[in-house]
């Protein structure tokens, strides 16, 4: 039977240098459930590190946890890759990490936490998290695309990091599954806003930060069960799965 | 001033459309954001980029750029090549860096005049 979950797929962790440090897997589940939210994904920048913790702290909960990273392609575009299995996950961690280079500065870009799903630190990731790989945005999206994962562009209506800002205009070939946009412009006036774009879904986000971010925004989507291939479903408007706009 | 003066000049390498060389160059426009290209530039301009995404060919012809330059050696992607040939945008490269490469134009545009 469908029935309607809420989804916020892009939430940051402390392990994202501009997330504050309270964002720890197991505070957001449990914020995350305290606002109703039935499905999550964990994204942060080009590290999934903290995802396993997160799905973790929500086992036996009522909520499904995806593991993702936002990843910020060579022209600087950051998307939204997700996943259900763990091997994808980190197979796509490896490839990510060797085409990130660069060392953190705290002082600077913030802390970068790794944090159990008991909320004990692990260890301080000391790569340049908020830096950009090496891999072009096409190729970005083919890999996600075969290790099965969900691939969403970040936040087009920003002036900076989006698809649009970057490269001017979402090109027609470009194979994303959905393309996210911020609860200020949400999805009525995304669909006013860019009618070129009737092709692809549309969904909005809370770009979570700080546990105060997470519930300002969801998308509804009609599903029979929380998994990535339903979501595809949703996302293609297949077998009457859809995004309820 | 034409774009085949300014490749002679400042020593670009051309890597597509070779007969378009003649288009003249009215003014230059630097910047990595194609939003912000979209928005700013103007026709006849020479462009001035990092990005070498297929998309700055789309953006050269709706802006009907004279043509573009890569800095710092950047090679234009496979498919930003092909696109080029096809749509005869002239696409050169440059080993300085944004900072001077657009110093060093607009000074040989500023005399040109």
């Given amino acids: 039977m469908l029935k309607v979950f809420h989804c916020d797929f892009h939430i940051h962790t402390c392990l994202s240098p501009c997330a504050e440090l309270d964002m720890h897997p197991q505070a957001i589940v449990e914020k995350a459930l305290g606002v109703n939210l039935d499905i999550i994904a964990i994204c942060d920048h080009n590290s999934a590190e903290n995802a396993p913790y997160a799905i973790k702290a929500a086992r036996g909960k009522n909520i499904k946890v995806f593991g993702g990273m936002e990843i910020t392609s060579s022209e600087e575009v950051h998307v939204l890759a997700i996943f259900d299995s763990p091997d994808s996950l980190s197979s796509m961690q490896k490839y990510i990490y060797d085409h990130l280079t660069g060392k953190n500065d705290e002082e600077r870009f913030g802390v970068q936490a790794v944090v159990n799903e008991k909320g ?10 908020i830096g950009a790989t090496d891999v072009a945005l096409g190729d970005l999206l083919d890999n996600v695309h075969k290790l099965h994962g969900l691939t969403i562009a970040s936040h087009i209506d920003r002036e900076s990091f989006s698809v649009i800002s970057q490269l001017g205009f979402v090109e027609p070939g470009m194979q994303f599954d959905a393309l996210e946009v911020t609860p200020r412009t949400g999805l009525t006036q995304a669909r006013n806003k860019y009618p070129e774009l009737s092709n692809y879904s549309f969904v909005v986000s809370s770009d979570a930060h700080y546990l105060k971010d997470i519930g300002t925004a969801l998308t509804r989507i009609m599903l029979a069960e929380p998994t990535l291939d339903e979501l595809k479903m949703a996302f293609t408007g297949k077998n009457g799965r859809h995004i309820m706009e | ?79 930003t090549l092909e696109r080029a040939k096809q749509e005869n945008v002239p696409i050169l490269v440059s080993r300085l860096g944004a900072f001077e490469l657009t110093g060093k134009i607009y000074n040989l545009l500023a005399k040109d005049k």
Avoid: F
Avoid at chain 2, 37 to 47: E, L, P, Q, R
């Fill in chain 1, 120 to 129: 004990e630190v692990e260890a301080i990731n000391e790569k340049l998290l």
């Fill in chain 2, 1 to 79: 001033m034409d774009i085949a003066a300014i490749a002679k000049e400042l020593n670009l390498e051309i890597r597509s459309a070779r007969d378009r060389l003649e288009n003249i160059v009215t003014g230059g426009y630097t910047g990595d954001l194609l939003s912000d290209v979209m928005a700013n530039s103007h026709a006849g301009d020479i462009w001035i980029t990092r990005q070498v995404h297929q998309n700055i060919v789309a953006i050269a012809t709706l802006k009907e750029h004279a043509g573009i330059i890569l800095v710092n050696s950047c090679e234009p992607a496979k498919d």
